[in-house]
Nanobody, 125 residues
């Protein structure tokens, strides 16, 4: 069973940057599409970005386009979410997720079968 561990969260001022990492255990990581979701207090978990198994396809939420970049290194079993020009409204717990049954990128939360524990991102104004 693949396990996902996020890191890289923290406190940053508006306009700053953070890079989140999601490290996966297990040999089958390269077969999985991966995604990032986030959940702010009293709000539903929402899609942020997704990447196909090869990294050739990525999709972003409108709120992330032009500011966030999702990439993966299958040799290191890791995906990276580079977040630039951060805004206070980006404050949330960020979750890494894997589609263990598909290589295709997806914006749909219910398509993901494996989840990390989350990492807090706080952007101050």
């Amino acid at each position: 069973q693949v396990q996902l561990v996020e890191s890289g969260g923290g406190l940053v001022q508006a306009g700053g940057s953070l890079r989140l990492s999601c490290a996966a255990s297990g040999r089958t990581f390269s077969n999985y599409a991966m995604g990032w979701f986030r959940q702010a207090p009293e709000k539903e978990r929402e899609f942020v970005a997704t990447i196909s198994w090869s990294g050739s396809t990525t999709y972003y939420a409108d709120s992330a386009k032009g500011r966030f970049t999702l990439s993966r290194d299958n040799a290191k079993n890791t995906v990276y979410l580079q977040m630039n020009s951060l805004k206070p409204e980006d404050t949330a717990v960020y979750y890494c997720a894997a589609r263990s049954n598909s290589r295709l990128a997806s914006r749909t939360l219910s398509d993901y079968t494996l989840w990390g524990q989350g990492t807090q991102v706080t952007v101050s104004s």
